[in-house]
């Protein structure tokens, strides 16, 4: 667990384009990961709330998971099955591919935009967007694999740390004011945001399966004790 969790934090101080390995005992690589997600976030969730307490920050309000009309069942399998899935293939699958990266960026610049502008429509400048990174890259970067993965390379750690912080703040949604909260935003997502580094690690060291299967993991530990906090 300690060499497990020594290897979390040196590749999260220092992302980088690292080869993909299958782990010998899968099953206790998730179980150990899920652990340390889950301190993880008890930590995040413990700091956010102290400097809720101490005023740093304002009340972010009532959570939209403690509303009694929630399905039980619908938010069960929303945060098990359907969430890991949907989250991972947008914030952790397109982290080995540089043209995904591009589609992740002007994407983003679309959701930041409509949070903005609190309208739809402002998703139409993505495609622009994309066409133009797209562009960019085509006459400077297409003609040599080698130009290109040194580009990767250096970005890469930004952009890692980047798709983690999206991760984050689009959480903001489980709260009744929302995107109202930024700037101070990230404050009280860092549960998911420590959540999303250990995602990305998971992505990047053993694949793309095994992301979404911890991320179910950690979701599926958080609903158990969810819904028998209702129960009580």
């Not at 782990?23 to 990961?33: D, G, M, N, R, W």
């Not at 652990?35 to 304002?58: D, R, T």
């Not at 009532?62 to 899935?85: H, K, M, Y």
């Not at 992740?104 to 309208?119: D, E, N, P, R």
């Amino acid at each position: 667990m300690y060499n497990l969790f020594r290897s979390v934090c040196a590749y999260l101080s220092r992302p980088a384009l690292v080869r993909i390995t299958i782990p010998e005992q899968p099953c206790q690589l998730l179980v150990k990961l899920t652990i340390i997600c889950f301190f993880a976030g008890i930590s995040g969730g413990v700091l956010s709330g102290m400097l809720v307490s101490a005023g740093i920050i304002p009340d972010p309000g009532p959570n939209v998971l403690d509303q009694e009309s929630l399905s039980r069942t619908a938010f069960f399998f929303a945060a098990v099955l359907f969430a890991p899935i949907l989250e991972e293939s947008i914030f952790r699958a397109q982290l080995r591919r540089f043209s995904g990266g591009i589609i992740f960026i002007a994407f983003t610049c679309g959701l930041i935009l409509t949070a903005v502008f609190h309208t739809a429509w402002a998703f139409l400048v993505s495609p622009f967007i994309f066409c133009l990174l797209f562009i960019i890259y085509r006459f400077t970067l297409a003609g040599s694999i080698s130009r290109k993965f040194k580009f990767w390379q250096r970005l890469f750690p930004w952009h890692f740390h980047f798709t983690a912080l999206c991760f984050a703040l689009v959480h903001l949604s489980n709260y009744e004011k929302g995107i109202s909260l930024l700037p101070l935003g990230i404050l009280y997502t860092l549960p998911q945001l420590a959540i999303g580094l250990i995602l990305g690690y998971t992505r990047m060291n053993y694949g793309l399966k095994y992301s979404m299967l911890l991320h179910g993991l950690y979701n599926l530990s958080l609903s158990l004790l969810f819904l028998a906090r209702l129960k009580s």
